[in-house]
């Protein structure tokens, strides 16, 4: 099956470059799984590449955790990514004004010349898209933006009404790939995606295959769940690269996330 027969009315809506790059790519791995690589050295990440890429479509980073991070290393890893067809996706959530995210997106850092992908607060109005499109455009290259419309953690402060504002803000930008939503909660789930519609990606984290509290207020819902609530993408973390195999531990992931997307679209 190709992308279109596959995501359906999502691939027909969803026209950004970016995200029918991710949907092609999930198509092609029969896999809906984004790993959240939250490993502190260089080797473990590298590890992590060898050990999941067939069953992942894109890594999703912290820079800023890794303790012997180098800018050489860091290209290495890249690279390595790219090679593997993975998407890179730094989860910076940016949320200062558009200037100051535009000089953000450069720095000691440099995302605007690696990340495809970068998550971003709203709190300081639609400002921080243009900045962050404007820092990509600095590079000579293009990549989406994800807004966090909901959060997996306890006690958080994304509340329905900033939710929905969020999402009119973000819907209207094409800068915009789509939005964070809960993936611990299927009923959120659906009412964000109702509110979405099909022109935009949700990207959930907060699954895990063992459904519950994790650690310091994150919860886990179930990754098939979340898929056929809404979620086109399942943020997986520790459930990936904690386990005794991560390879086959990715390989469960996907095969989940794809059963879910099968049985929402009915194939
Ligand atoms: O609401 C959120 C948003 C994000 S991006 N809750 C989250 O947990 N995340 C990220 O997803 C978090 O930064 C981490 O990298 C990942 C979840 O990891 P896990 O080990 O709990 O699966």
Redesign the pocket.
């Known amino acids: 099956m190709n992308a279109e027969e596959v995501w359906g009315e999502r691939w027909v809506s969803a026209t950004a470059p970016m995200a029918r790059r991710y949907m092609e790519t999930a198509v092609r791995k029969s896999s809906l799984v984004c790993l959240?690589a939250?490993r502190n050295t260089m080797t473990g990440l590298f590890n992590l590449i060898d050990d999941v890429a067939d069953h992942v479509v894109a890594l999703?980073t912290?820079v800023d955790l890794v303790d012997d991070w180098s800018p050489e290393a860091w290209d290495e890893f890249c690279s390595k990514a790219t090679a593997a067809d993975l998407l890179i996706f730094e989860?910076r959530?940016f949320a200062d004004i558009g200037k100051i995210s535009r000089s953000q997106m450069a720095g000691q850092y440099n995302i605007r010349t690696w990340a495809d992908l970068v998550?971003a607060h709203l709190i300081s109005g639609p400002d921080i898209v243009d900045g962050l499109q404007a820092g990509w455009g600095d590079a000579g290259r293009q990549g989406g933006v994800l807004l966090?419309a909901?959060?997996?953690?306890r006690g958080?402060l994304l509340q329905p009404d900033y939710t929905e504002q969020v999402v009119v803000k973000g819907k209207a930008h094409d800068g915009v790939l789509g939005f964070?939503g809960?993936g611990s909660r299927p009923a959120e789930l659906n009412e964000l995606r109702t509110m979405v519609g099909e022109g935009k990606l949700i990207w959930t984290?907060?699954?895990?295959l063992a459904v519950g509290d994790?650690d310091m207020g994150?919860r886990?819902g179930d990754p098939t769940e979340a898929v056929v609530a809404g979620s086109d993408c399942i943020?997986?973390?520790?459930?990936i690269h904690q386990a005794e195999n991560p390879g086959l531990a990715a390989k469960a992931y996907a095969r989940a996330s794809w059963e879910g997307l099968m049985a929402r679209n009915g194939l």
């Open positions: 959240a939250d999703k912290h989860d959530k998550t966090l909901q959060m997996s953690s958080n964070i809960n984290p907060g699954v895990n994790g994150q886990y943020i997986v973390g520790s459930g």
